[in-house]
Every structure is written in structure tokens, then in C-alpha cells.
């Protein structure tokens, strides 16, 4: 059973850069899925950020996408999120998800991280 | 970029009631590529339903998904108390993939 678990500072400061990790377990990042970040303002709603496939290739949201680099370590099987120049406005929750992918088909987000709080202050 | 409104913001109803929610998109989603997921407090979204009508993994038939183009809804039967929550439905056919406000519902 796939199992996501996100990593990194709960902490940046404004301007700088918020970067977390994905660790995946109970499978493998090279299979045929992509892998999505998705973030949650206190009391708000969801906004994907965007996606990179086991290839390499990545689909961000336009709204983020001067800020926002996505990369693959496959040697730890895991994923990572840049976010540059951040401001209070990307304080939120941040999930890593799996958005499956068999035979062509996709089937959503089937399996999310539980979630990491990121505060942007100094 | 596909706007999703969903209605109501929040619906109240008693246990063994059916909830309908409701999620119109601003444009055809493509392939009927829709999903609704449930999030309970201090919980990740956990994904419901996916091609606007396909079960997830261990989700009990009393949730369905129904709709195609631009009208969606997820209908859940014989309403039990775990299933206050918030509902969102997200369209993941055209980039970039876009979640609804969310629907409030709160079992008495």
C-alpha cells in the first residue's frame, strides 16, 4: 500500500524559498503516475499547485508557475517542491498526492501525505 | 481555466437522509475527468469518487457519482454521522486542474 509522507521547514521567511519533500513507500516513484502538490489556506479551500510525472515532465498551475520548480530523486524515491519569493499569501498546508494512472485511464488523487503546515513570517 | 461551482455551501440533515451536492462547471470537463473527495477536520481530502462515477477503493455504495459535461452530483444514501464533512469535487481533465469551494455537511 502506497503510503506519501511530506518533510520540510514549517518556518520561511518572506521573500525566501519553501521547499519540501515527498517521501514515497510501499511503491515505486518510477511507476506510471504522476505525483501533485496541493495546497489549503487555514480555513480555505484546495489549490493545486501542480504535478511531475515519473518521467520528468511537470505541469504546474499557471498562477504559480514564475515560483514553482518540481523534481524527482528516484535513487530515494521521493519528490520535491520549490516555491520561490514566497509572501504570507502561501502560508498554508501543503499535500503531496498520487494521481493514478493505469492503462491510460486517471482516477484522481487517489493516496495523499497527511499534510505539513508551512507559515511564512519572519 | 475551468471554474467549478458547488452547491449548496452547506446543507444540515439528519442521519438516514439522503445528501444531494451539486458541482457545475464554468466548461465541458473533459472525459467526464471529475472527482469528489471527502475532508474531515485536521484530515487530508480522502478521493470518493473519480470519472464522475467510478467508486474509489473501500467506499461504501451508498455514495454515488452522476453527471457528465458540466452537471455533476454526489449523492450519498442513508446519511450516518461520519459523514459530516466538507465535499469537494475537482476536475483533472484540463490543466490546470481546478477544485470547487466545497460543500459544508453537517449531519444533525
Known amino acids: 500500500q502506497v503510503q506519501l509522507q511530506e518533510s520540510g521547514p514549517g518556518l520561511v521567511k518572506p521573500s525566501g524559498t519553501l521547499s519540501l519533500t515527498c517521501a514515497v513507500s510501499g511503491g515505486s516513484i518510477s511507476s506510471e503516475n504522476w505525483w501533485s502538490w496541493v495546497r489549503q489556506p487555514s480555513g480555505k479551500g484546495l489549490e493545486w499547485i501542480g504535478e511531475i510525472y515519473h518521467g520528468g515532465s511537470t505541469n504546474y498551475n499557471p498562477s504559480l508557475k514564475s515560483r514553482v520548480t518540481m523534481s524527482l530523486d528516484k535513487s530515494k524515491n521521493q519528490f520535491s517542491l520549490k516555491l520561490t519569493s514566497v509572501t504570507a499569501a502561501d502560508t498554508a498546508v501543503y499535500y503531496c498526492?498520487?494521481?493514478?494512472?493505469?492503462?491510460?485511464?486517471?482516477?484522481?488523487?487517489?493516496?495523499w501525505g497527511q499534510g505539513t503546515t508551512v507559515t511564512v513570517s519572519s | 481555466e475551468i471554474v467549478l461551482t458547488q452547491s449548496p455551501g452547506t446543507l444540515s440533515l439528519s442521519p438516514g437522509e439522503r445528501a444531494t451536492l451539486s458541482c457545475r462547471a464554468s466548461q465541458s470537463v473533459t472525459g467526464n475527468y471529475l472527482a469528489w473527495y471527502q475532508q474531515k477536520p485536521g484530515q487530508a481530502p480522502r478521493l470518493l469518487i473519480y470519472?464522475?462515477?467510478g467508486r474509489a477503493t473501500g467506499i461504501p455504495d451508498r455514495l454515488s457519482g452522476s453527471g457528465s459535461g458540466t452537471d455533476f452530483t454526489l449523492t450519498i444514501s442513508r446519511l450516518e454521522p461520519e459523514d459530516s464533512a466538507v465535499y469537494y469535487c475537482?476536475?483533472?481533465?484540463?490543466?490546470?486542474?481546478?477544485f470547487g469551494q466545497g460543500t459544508k455537511l453537517e449531519i444533525k
Open positions: 470519472g464522475a462515477s
Open positions: 475537482q476536475q483533472y481533465g484540463r490543466s490546470p486542474y481546478t
Open positions: 498526492a498520487r494521481d493514478y494512472t493505469e492503462e491510460g485511464g486517471l482516477y484522481g488523487l487517489d493516496v
